[in-house]
T-cell receptor, first 116, second 117 residues
Framework: AQTVTQSQPEMSVQEAETVTLSCTYDTSENNYYLFWYKQPPSRQMILVIRQEAYKQQNATENRFSVNFQKAAKSFSLKISDSQLGDTAMYFCAAGRRGTSYGKLTFGQGTILTVHP | DAGVIQSPRHEVTEMGQEVTLRCKPISGHDYLFWYRQTMMRGLELLIYFNNNVPIDDSGMPEDRFSAKMPNASFSTLKIQPSEPRDSAVYFC???????????????FGPGTRLTVT
């Protein structure tokens, strides 16, 4: 079984600054994927970034990047140059890699507020 | 491409009534997931299908909940009879399978906000 823990219920940041959201996970699997999803007030769940566990290089998508520490089972999300539109709840998720395995396990979420 | 489509977007019903939520996955996606989101319990996976076959329904709360996927482009989640504690946002999500090239990320619909009074 996989567990995903987000220890920061809420975070805030000033516009244009950088913020890091934490996520730890526990899995006995060797092959897995990790994701960050964003849920703005519209409640639509939007994929932000994904990381394949077998890749050592940290994933980057524009202003979003991850710090993947496999040994520590840590997967933090860094948002650079924060914008007001980044205000949302952010979920970390983990999924096992395999032919028919489909589930993702989600953390409890971190509410991020970007202040002008 | 159209995203995952859910209907209705909002549903208000009285306790004891039957509720049916609908989902159309992204074309070509082989997996379909139903989630429930509440403040207290967060995001919970209820059931998921692979190629229209239910794979894991261990998250379905009780016999009042049922889900079907009669074909690759349509799924329903039914609650009968509904109770106030079923009030939540219900999400449908889909993802590619083997034929589409595994990418593992799930794409979510806009959700259905259900209120049972």
């Amino acid at each position: 079984a996989q567990t995903v823990t987000q220890s920061q219920p809420e975070m805030s940041v000033q516009e244009a600054e950088t913020v890091t959201l934490s996520c730890t996970y526990d899995t006995s699997e060797n092959n897995y994927y990790l994701f960050w999803y964003k849920q703005p007030p519209s409640r639509q769940m939007i994929l932000v970034i994904r990381q394949e566990a077998y890749k050592q290089q940290n994933a980057t998508e524009n202003r979003f990047s991850v710090n993947f520490q496999k040994a520590a089972k840590s997967f933090s999300l860094k948002i650079s140059d924060s914008q007001l539109g980044d205000t949302a709840m952010y979920f970390c998720a983990a999924g096992r890699r395999g032919t028919s395995y489909g589930k993702l396990t989600f953390g409890q979420g971190t509410i991020l507020t970007v202040h002008p | 491409d159209a995203g995952v489509i859910q209907s209705p977007r909002h549903e208000v019903t009285e306790m004891g009534q039957e509720v049916t939520l609908r989902c159309k996955p992204i074309s070509g996606h082989d997996y379909l997931f139903w989630y429930r989101q509440t403040m207290m319990r967060g995001l919970e996976l209820l059931i998921y299908f692979n190629n229209n076959v239910p794979i894991d329904d261990s998250g379905m709360p009780e016999d009042r909940f049922s889900a079907k996927m009669p074909n690759a482009s349509f799924s329903t989640l039914k609650i009968q009879p509904s109770e106030p504690r079923d009030s939540a946002v219900y999400f449908c999500a889909s993802r590619k399978g083997l034929a589409g090239g595994y990418t593992y990320e799930q794409y979510f619909g806009p959700g259905t906000r259900l209120t049972v009074t």
